[in-house]
């Protein structure tokens, strides 16, 4: 081996060196956003463990507390499993298609009630199941008298 290989080889290895570095601290930087992502509020005041993401919908309709309430009962209980029906404060905690689902009824005035519908999996959202459980909720007002 010529001196001049040599000098080549120890430079090469030296740039291995601070790749395998760089992407350590890469990989360390990205387990250490992931454990402290934190936690995400949920509609009934608690908190879960996940990634913050759009989890959430929010909708107002022209019906009384009562019958929200009714209807959101009757959907998350065909849909799943209905596991808190908190009558004082309006809010149902369920699992849907093994995710959890939290919904909070607020009356807003005499002529408008608030629902928020958030929909979680393991680490981050299902915005899409939350609009559908929405859905079936509106539609389920239109048969509840």
């Not at 005041?45 to 919908?57: I, N, R, Y």
């Not at 915005?127 to 048969?143: N, P, R, S, Y």
Request: aromatic share 4%; with cysteine.
């Amino acid at each position: 081996m010529t001196r001049g290989a040599r000098g080549t080889c120890i430079i090469h290895v030296m740039k291995m060196k601070n790749l395998k570095s760089i992407l350590a601290l890469a990989l360390s930087l990205s387990a250490l956003n992931l454990f402290v992502s934190g936690c995400v509020s949920t509609p009934d005041g608690g908190s879960k463990f996940g990634v913050p993401w759009k989890d959430t919908l929010t909708r107002r309709y022209p019906r009384s507390a009562e019958q929200l309430v009714i209807a959101t009962r009757t959907v998350l209980t065909r849909n799943g499993k209905l596991l808190v029906d908190n009558s004082v404060n309006n809010t149902f905690e369920a699992k849907v298609n093994e995710r959890s689902v939290y919904v909070r009824i607020t009356k807003v005035d005499e002529k408008a009630t608030e629902l928020k519908i958030m929909v979680r999996t393991g680490m981050g959202a299902d915005i899409d199941l939350a609009a559908e459980l929405d859905k079936q909720i509106a539609l389920q007002l239109t048969v509840t008298p």
